[in-house]
């Protein structure tokens, strides 16, 4: 969500320059793929599990709210990005790196617990990322619940993340046509 949001102005520039429409509702569209691609990837990851012989636990009820929070921390982030990059180009060569970065400081292939305990750990939590891939992780495997406290403030972050990604894009929305 947050490559695709990112780059859905400069992608659509000839639509942007020549017709005026909601310009937000490219950076929004982009989350109908991502529905597409996790829907894929639900199937597989369900097959998966019932040939593994996971049994779904009550935790699978709360999965559609941490996947709507990382959808929303990425379009907060790609609403942001998108018009950064319509202005300055380059945030178009620096968006995949810092990608890869949050990748390797997210627990997205590693569990919390590989994490020393105590201020590294409390260090790590600073990144939303890491309460709400924890909780995602919970939903669907079972194990131990998630630090709500983490959870919580992922969730103030990724509304406060999404409303200034809103509040940046409007703001900057009005010299699209003319930039692009």
Known sequence: TLNRAS???????????KVYFPRLI???STVFSTLI??????????????????????????MPL???????????????ASALMVRYRDVQQILPVVTQLLLY????????SAVPAGRMRAVYFVNPLAGLLEAFRW?????????????????????????????????MERAFADVI
Do not use: C, H
Request: charged share 5%; proline share 5%.
């Open 26 to 28: 490219l950076p929004l």
């Open 139 to 171: 939903s669907i495997l079972g194990g131990p619940a998630p630090d709500w406290r983490s959870v919580a403030y992922a969730a103030g972050v990724t509304l406060a993340v999404f409303v200034t990604g809103l509040f940046v894009f409007v703001r």
């Open 66 to 80: 941490w996947f709507g929070l990382l959808v929303t921390l990425a379009l907060g982030f790609g609403l942001f």
């Open 105 to 112: 400081a997210s627990p997205v292939a590693y569990a919390v």
């Open 37 to 62: 691609d996790f829907g894929v990837a639900a199937i597989t990851l369900t097959i998966l599990m019932a040939v593994r012989g996971y049994a779904p636990t009550v935790g699978l009820l709360t």
């Open 7 to 17: 780059s859905s102005l400069l992608s659509n520039a000839g639509l942007v320059s």
